[in-house]
């Protein structure tokens, strides 16, 4: 019965930034992994981003590597990434995820998900 929610999508010119809050509700597991995912037009989902629970280890997509900052608040059950330096190839509908510790960066090793929510990134 987890439940999870993204906010902060929208339309930015490049080189502009976003926030996106992922709010999860229902019943977390200590020790679970979030994780942000990404499907562009024509695009399979990718892997973004992810964070341990105690927020010491965190794991980006090569291309967004200094420009996105993941991070947490477990006592708010809510998950951040920071997006800057936004660049149009990073147009995607941005989906939040939860899940046990595994293989981070594989869709496979989440079993909760939000809706997603779009972000347009304009050149």
């Known amino acids: 019965q987890v439940q999870l929610v993204e906010s902060g999508g929208g339309l930015v010119q490049a080189g502009g930034s976003l926030r996106l809050s992922c709010a999860a509700s229902g019943r977390i597991f200590v020790g679970y992994v979030m994780g942000w995912f990404r499907q562009g037009p024509g695009k399979e989902r990718e892997f973004v981003a992810a964070?341990?629970?105690?927020?010491?280890?965190?794991y980006y997509l090569d291309s967004v590597k200094g420009r996105f900052t993941i991070s947490r608040d477990n006592a708010k059950n809510t998950v951040y990434l920071q997006m800057n330096s936004l660049k149009p190839e990073d147009t995607a509908v941005y989906y939040c995820?939860?899940?046990?510790?595994?293989?981070?960066?594989?869709?496979?090793?989440?079993?909760?998900w939000g809706q997603g929510t779009q972000v347009t990134v304009s050149s």
């Open positions: 995820a939860a899940g046990r510790p595994g293989s981070a960066t594989r869709p496979s090793s989440y079993n909760y």
């Open positions: 964070i341990s629970w105690s927020g010491g280890n965190t």
